[in-house]
């Protein structure tokens, strides 16, 4: 079993930057997927960003449309885990971040085998 655990979220203005981190235990990732979902209040959790392994091209990193020019995604090898830099935040981002992973490195849009708990991010206006 795969346990998922988020940290950073929190408070800041309009404009800002934050970053999220998400550190997996029970089992090393490196062939897997990891990434982050979001989900705002009343809304359906949507995809934000994920690191998977493919054999051929080594890691490839996937994008929400949202998320392409203001987020970035990275991988921490020694932390068995990744991290979410967000810049140009806007109150709309205000969400709860949810790290998610699996193992096979299918991509996370079709294949979650394990969620963290959540992080909430509130940005002010």
């Known amino acids: 079993q795969v346990q998922l655990e988020e940290s950073g979220g929190g408070l800041v203005q309009a404009g800002g930057s934050l970053s999220l981190s998400c550190t997996a235990s029970?089992?090393?990732?490196?062939?897997?997927?990891m990434g982050w979902f979001r989900q705002a209040p009343g809304k359906e959790r949507e995809f934000v960003a994920a690191?998977?392994?493919?054999?051929?091209?080594?890691?490839?990193?996937d994008y929400g449309d949202f998320a392409k020019d203001r987020f970035t995604i990275s991988r921490d090898s020694a932390k068995n885990g990744v991290y979410l830099r967000m810049n140009s935040l806007k109150p709309e981002d205000t969400a709860v971040y949810y790290c998610?992973?699996?193992?096979?490195?299918?991509?996370?849009?079709?294949?979650?085998?394990?969620w963290g708990q959540g992080t909430q991010v509130t940005v002010s206006s």
């Open positions: 690191l998977r392994w493919m054999s051929i091209t080594g890691y490839v990193i």
């Open positions: 029970g089992r090393t990732l490196t062939k897997g997927a």
């Open positions: 998610a992973a699996n193992e096979d490195g299918s991509s996370l849009r079709v294949r979650i085998g394990f």
